[in-house]
């Protein structure tokens, strides 16, 4: 079974480069962005499985990125990742990924893992 | 004593900001009411009181005047109908007898004893012939053959026909008068019948009226004479005090003055065909009496009233000035709440801004020590070490942000109090555009500050401009839509003041709207949340420092603020704490 391929995408690069290298460790192959554009140049986008999403980046937000990435690869799975807890934003996050795959930073890694496994297994992200 | 009555209001000394002061001058209010209320009604009351004194003593005068001629006119009637009467009686018994029967004594006599009992007064009865001669006479005194000629009254009844003579005492030291008239015999020659006649019978007519006012009736002759007796201007045969009256066919009433000063009503009438005045003379003054009275009831009336008006108006407006004193304070009472919780708002506001920021370099720190904590139990300590090294940097910057976001906090919340002190303008502002920076990042929302070089710290409350800012800066964040841009410049204004533009490109506010946000509680969002407290406390603020604000707008091309602020504020005394005397 070839590993699990996660793409993280987040402003915030020491975040994301560590979320990526602690997924490494337990046996993802994690890769990360830090800006839409360069993620959208990828010709590889659609080889990954799952993408986690801030909520929140310059330009233009994780909703709008993940109207994208669908478009483009259809079985592609998300997971929302927010540091700002707003009713709002949660009430769009949760709309478009379940409340289930919409988490609040700072998140627990074992947690993020668990919701990884079951957006996969699951209908994550197609709600 | 004084102190006691004092409102509240009067030493109450204004000082404040512009939306925390109040909006009334409270002593010129009072004033002014007090004054123009007492000017509407005092001088109506008195102009009313004056009006009717005059018109209510005018016509007392006139009724007194009036009713004094009715009674000089009835009694002139009655004086003439007496002396007509006797005159006629006489002028009968001449008719009546031929010459040669009214020479017989006895016959003369009966007459006379007719006449005494039928008509009264009659004393004696003469008849004189034509050269002067008593030819018959009957009477108490023997006056038989007594010659007449050379005396004045005979010329005047021979010339006029009848004589009524003046009063005089004659023989027998009684006053009476003498009534004469001339009967004509044959061609040219004539006989007087001459009647002495009491005055026993005028003094009882005049003795009978009522007179008011210590009234005086009385008859006096051409000269002035009294015929009468009178009760306080001379007695019988005396010349009276009084000057004689105009002859007036009509009866008159005149005002006069006795020597002592006293004020008189003179009423008076000539009697036709005799030598006679009637005088009814009245004391002006006892007259009065009653109308003083009235009229010092009336003055002391209008006192009380005047006194009850002005202390009804002293108190009511009083009353009204310190209600409306009170109410303004709880007004100011409540904006000042109001302020406080407007700036609890800006606080709520950053501190959700300020959460969030915080969240991400707690969210690394998290990661990081996550990592830490993976390389200790997954690989090799040695291989692992630069990580360990470079994720413990990491933590250390993370924390470093933090830090950087919470001072950032702090020196905001701590210059809360009013403290003037040198300030760098263009610092406050990138420090407030700080909390602003995540919020400008997501929406794309340009910031431009340009300082110009000469710009010199400002002696101003840090405090105060922070919260400027924060109201002027969020409005423009509220007015733009994303991918807006919001530009501050600090420019010198002439030598006392620094200009801080602040412009957006966002929505405009209606020219209608313009000259009204300023004003507390004018909000076109109200049902979104709304105060309208924002800029009329942002507007108190700058007034507060010493500074003034200013604002154009172009709908749909943006808003520019203007606030000039002075290179020194001078302090200020809160207006809550002030209370200076006579200031």
Not at chain 1, 84 to 104: I, N, Q, R, T, W
Not at chain 2, 4 to 9: A, H
Not at chain 2, 308 to 322: A, G, H, P, S
């Amino acid at each position: 079974m070839r590993p699990i391929r996660v793409l993280l995408v987040d402003d915030e690069l020491e975040l994301v480069s560590t979320i990526a290298e602690r997924l490494d460790l337990r046996g993802f192959e994690a890769e990360w962005e830090t800006s839409v554009d360069k993620t959208m140049q990828r010709t590889d986008i659609c080889t990954f499985d799952i993408a986690i999403l801030d909520i929140k980046m310059p330009k233009i937000s994780g909703l709008a990125l993940k109207e994208k990435l669908e478009a483009k690869c259809p079985h592609m799975k998300f997971i929302f990742l927010t540091g700002h807890g707003s009713g709002a934003d949660f009430e769009k996050g949760a709309a478009a990924a379940g409340e289930m795959f919409y988490l609040v930073k700072p998140i627990h890694i074992d947690v993020l893992v668990d919701k990884i496994q079951k957006a996969l297994s699951d209908q994550g992200g197609k709600v | 004593m004084i102190e006691s009555f004092k409102p509240k209001f009067w030493e109450h000394v204004d000082s404040g900001a512009q939306v925390t002061r109040h909006m009334f001058n409270f002593r010129r209010i009072w004033s002014h009411g007090v004054i123009w209320t007492s000017m509407v009604s005092i001088l109506p009351l008195i102009a009313l009181a004056l009006a009717d004194y005059n018109v209510t003593q005018q016509s007392i005068e006139s009724e007194i005047l009036l009713r004094t001629s009715r009674l000089v006119s009835n009694t002139r009637r009655t004086l003439s109908f007496f002396l007509v009467e006797r005159r006629a009686a006489l002028d009968f018994i001449v008719q009546d007898n031929r010459f040669e029967a009214l020479n017989s004594e006895s016959r003369l006599n009966r007459m006379l004893t007719n006449l005494k009992e039928s008509f009264g007064g009659f004393a004696d009865l003469g008849i004189i012939d034509q050269n002067g001669r008593q030819n018959t006479y009957v009477g108490p005194y023997n006056l038989l053959g007594k010659d007449y000629s050379q005396q004045e009254w005979f010329q005047k009844v021979c010339d006029q026909g009848v004589y009524i003579s003046d009063v005089f005492k004659g023989y027998r030291n009684v006053p009476h008068m003498v009534i004469a008239v001339r009967s004509m015999i044959g061609e040219g020659g004539f006989y007087i019948l001459r009647a002495t006649v009491a005055i026993e019978q005028f003094n009882q007519i005049l003795a009978h009226l009522e007179i008011t006012g210590q009234g005086d009736a009385f008859i006096v002759n051409h000269k002035g004479v009294l015929q009468t007796p009178s009760r306080s201007h001379g007695n019988v045969l005396e010349k009276m005090a009084l000057p004689v009256p105009l002859y007036d066919p009509n009866t008159v009433v005149v005002e006069g003055d006795t020597d002592d000063g006293e004020r008189l009503i003179i009423g008076y009438a000539y009697i036709e065909q005799s030598p006679f005045i009637l005088m009814i003379v009245k004391q002006k003054e006892a007259l009065m009496a009653p109308w003083y009275i009235t009229r010092k009831e009336l003055f002391g009336f209008l006192g009380v009233s005047l006194a009850l008006i002005v202390v009804v108006i002293l108190c009511m407006t009083t009353y009204l000035v310190n209600s409306i004193f009170l109410a303004d304070q709880k007004r100011v009472m409540s904006l000042h709440h109001i302020e406080y919780a407007n700036k609890m708002a800006s606080v709520g506001r950053l501190a959700a801004g300020v959460a969030h920021e915080i969240n991400n370099p707690l969210a690394i720190i998290n990661e990081k020590a996550g990592l830490i904590k993976d390389l200790l139990s997954f690989g090799s300590e040695v291989k692992n070490k630069q990580k360990l090294i470079g994720s413990i940097d990491a933590v250390s910057a993370s924390v470093d942000r933090c830090a950087a976001i919470t001072h950032r906090l702090l020196n905001f919340a701590r210059h809360v109090d009013v403290t003037i002190q040198p300030v760098n303008l263009e610092d406050i502002v990138r420090e407030v555009l700080g909390f602003l920076g995540k919020e400008a990042e997501y929406r794309c929302i340009e910031i431009i500050v340009s300082a110009a070089e000469d710009i010199p710290k400002i002696e101003s409350d840090r405090g105060k401009l922070q919260q400027i800012f924060l109201n002027l800066f969020n409005n423009a964040f509220a007015a733009m839509s994303d991918g807006g841009r919001l530009q501050i410049d600090i420019t010198r204004k002439g030598e006392t003041y620094v200009l801080v533009t602040v412009e957006d490109n966002g929505c405009g506010i209606p020219e209608s709207d313009l000259k009204r946000i300023f004003d507390p509680f004018f909000s076109t969002k109200t049902k979104v949340g709304g105060t309208g407290l924002g800029l009329s406390i942002t507007y108190g603020l700058v007034h507060e420092l010493g500074g003034d604000i200013t604002v154009s707008s172009v709908i749909e091309h943006g808003t520019k603020f203007y606030i000039k602020l002075p290179l020194v504020t001078k302090e200020k005394k809160n207006a809550s704490h002030s209370c200076l005397i006579g200031g």
